[in-house]
Nanobody, 125 residues
Framework: QVQLVESGGGLVQAGGSLRLSCERSGRTSSATAMGWFRQAPGKEREFVAAITWMGSSTYYADSVKGRFTISRISAGNTVFLQMNSLKPEDTAVYFC??????????????????WGQGTQVTVSS
């Protein structure tokens, strides 16, 4: 099985920055895509960003493009989400997700079988 633990959430003012981390552990290979999703109160969970196994390719939701950066140590077990120029509408619980071994990329929730518990990000205006 795979375990994912997110950290780095918190309260920040609009325009500020936060860096989320996701530590992956487990027996299955780490050679898989990783992603970040978020769920705001009263809304559906939505895709934020994803990265390939080696970190060579990334993909972002339009709402965060240019402000957020996903990264990982090549084939490593830790994925980061650097969030800059935060807005109140970025307030949500942020979830880390891991794909199946060998999975290259994914932007849909059903492409990720493994999920963390989430970390709260609150952006005040």
């Amino acid at each position: 099985q795979v375990q994912l633990v997110e950290s780095g959430g918190g309260l920040v003012q609009a325009g500020g920055s936060l860096r989320l981390s996701c530590e992956r552990s487990g027996r299955t290979s780490s050679a898989t895509a990783m992603g970040w999703f978020r769920q705001a109160p009263g809304k559906e969970r939505e895709f934020v960003a994803a990265i390939t196994w080696m970190g060579s390719s990334t993909y972002y939701a339009d709402s965060v493009k240019g402000r957020f950066t996903i990264s990982r140590i090549s084939a490593g077990n830790t994925v980061f989400l650097q969030m800059n120029s935060l807005k109140p509408e970025d307030t949500a619980v942020y979830f880390c997700a891991a794909g199946r071994p060998g999975q290259v990329m994914g932007v849909r929730q059903d492409e990720y079988p493994y999920w963390g518990q989430g970390t709260q990000v609150t952006v005040s205006s």
